[in-house]
């Protein structure tokens, strides 16, 4: 059971956060808490299980990376995890992750690049194809990008 006081830090939290050098010190001062008992409540939040993930949602279009393609990629089984890790640590890739195969569908590992043209992402499925040695694999471009939102609490 969240305090009312807890309840506010959620909703300022899900409200994203300000785009200053220190979005958390801005987010303590309207609730009139230092930076450093912010974080401890936010740690707090993982630790007892009531908020699961803290992240960021880009929105790459408004960052200048109109061309986004998710590239699959046929992985053999035994393979997966040392590849997955390796195509995750490229800075063009801000998403990677198994999938189950079927019979007209052979790929299982997906990535999405991101780059300012759709030559920009070929040539990053091809450089993680060569740092792997991966060979099967396609890229199927963005033709929109749909309205991303989080969810909110305690609206």
């Keep these: ?30 609730l009139g808490l230092s930076e450093e008992e912010l974080m401890n409540k936010i740690k707090e939040f993982l630790d007892r ?17 109109v061309a986004n393609a998710m590239v699959v990629w046929e992985i053999p089984e035994d393979q997966i995890l040392i590849v997955g890790q390796k195509m995750a640590s490229f800075t063009e890739v801000s998403h990677c992750y198994q999938r189950p195969t079927y019979p007209d569908w ?5 990535t999405m690049v991101h780059g300012q043209t759709k030559e920009e992402c070929l040539a990053a499925a091809k450089r993680l194809s060569e740092a ?7 890229l199927m471009f963005s033709t929109a ?11």
């Design 1 to 30: 059971m969240l305090t009312e006081f807890e309840k506010q830090i959620v909703r300022e939290l899900q409200n994203g956060l300000p785009l200053v050098s220190r979005p958390y010190q801005v987010i303590a001062e309207r």
């Design 132 to 138: 792997t040695g991966m060979k099967k694999y396609k």
């Design 49 to 65: 299980g009531l908020m699961r993930r803290f992240g960021a949602a880009v929105r790459h279009q408004d960052l200048g990376y």
């Design 145 to 155: 990008e749909l309205k991303k939102s989080s969810m909110k609490y305690f609206v």
């Design 106 to 110: 052979p790929y299982n590992l997906f």
